[in-house]
């Protein structure tokens, strides 16, 4: 069991939130993101700079995808390499083990739009465009931090639209204009593709085996369709990532030991296939979580 941060940090500055970043959880720390900064920070902006080969605007409503690199563009690609110089000169050149996240495929097709105002997440060939540019993109991204930091990077993908997606809830660009859900085995399919270490999203089960770790909140992990799909993916080897507040570690190391008492299962999963990490990411609640995977790894058996 670990204890790392999401990504996200709160405030402006990016060498304050690296170092706090590497002085609570310095053993994987996760490359900071700083969506309070405003446009170009924001989820969808960071990853966009890093399509391979395909360019945004910003539309009338959202990111809209473009034809050429346009002002937009190349202030996200001056962001990125400043974030990157930045983050170096806090951490140094040797960070043996580090985290990067990026938006995964289907949340970024559902934000951007087409020329036509039309969301990506609607053209089946805009949607394999977009898919192979962020595979080339975060591929170029891990290769590039890998050589800043003399370390392996592991790749988180945020997919907090898939919910409403498989759902059938994305809305269309007018109300008459509704985008149909996706089967579940889509989805799966497309996320597959990207090998990623980390899934970040609702507890989709049936998505899980899309990435080494699924990272989901443990608040509401309490009914039964949960607490059965939680089971049978620990019970099958698979790790799970659970999202806590970050406020009390003993009183949450608890929680979660007797949470699995529950269950039925052996406290030894959870030192053995679980992490935590704090759902709104501050110093001290970063502090406490990394806190509460110590106690543990070391007293799961007592608490």
Request: negative net charge.
């Amino acid at each position: 069991m670990t204890g790392f941060a999401l990504g996200p940090m709160p405030g402006t500055s990016m060498a304050q939130a690296a170092d706090i970043i590497i002085g609570e959880s310095g053993h994987f720390p996760a490359f900071p993101q700083l969506p309070q900064r405003g446009l170009g920070s924001d989820a969808v902006g960071r990853t966009a700079g890093l399509l391979e080969g395909l360019a945004v605007e910003r539309g009338p409503r959202s990111w809209r995808l473009s034809n050429r690199p346009q002002l937009f563009t190349h202030r996200l690609w001056d962001r990125l390499d400043r974030d990157l110089d930045e983050v170096q000169a806090v951490w140094g050149e040797s960070v043996p083990l580090l985290k990067v996240q990026v938006l995964g495929p289907w949340s970024l097709a559902a934000a951007l739009e087409l020329a036509n105002g039309h969301r990506a997440i609607t053209d089946r060939g805009a949607l394999e465009d977009l898919t192979a540019a962020l595979q080339e993109g975060i591929g170029k991204h891990v290769h590039d931090i890998a050589r800043r930091f003399n370390g392996q990077v592991r790749v988180q993908l945020d997919e907090p639209a898939l919910p409403a997606i498989l759902a059938g809830r994305i809305p269309g660009t007018t109300d008459f204009d509704s985008i149909p859900a996706v089967a579940a085995e889509v989805a799966l399919e497309r996320l597959a593709r990207f090998g990623a270490d980390f899934l970040h999203t609702a507890p989709l089960w049936e998505l899980a085996p899309a990435a080494t770790t699924l990272l989901t909140a443990f608040d509401g992990l309490d009914n039964s369709r949960d607490l059965d799909g939680l089971g049978q993916w620990l019970s099958a080897g698979g790790r799970v990532g659970l999202g806590i507040a970050g406020r009390d570690a003993r009183a949450e190391a608890i929680a979660l030991a007797r949470h699995f008492d529950q269950m039925g299962l052996p406290r030894e999963l959870l030192v053995e296939q679980v992490d935590v990490y704090p759902v709104l990411a501050d110093a001290a609640r970063l502090r406490e979580v990394v806190a509460t995977a110590g106690m543990l790894q070391r007293d799961a058996g007592d608490l």
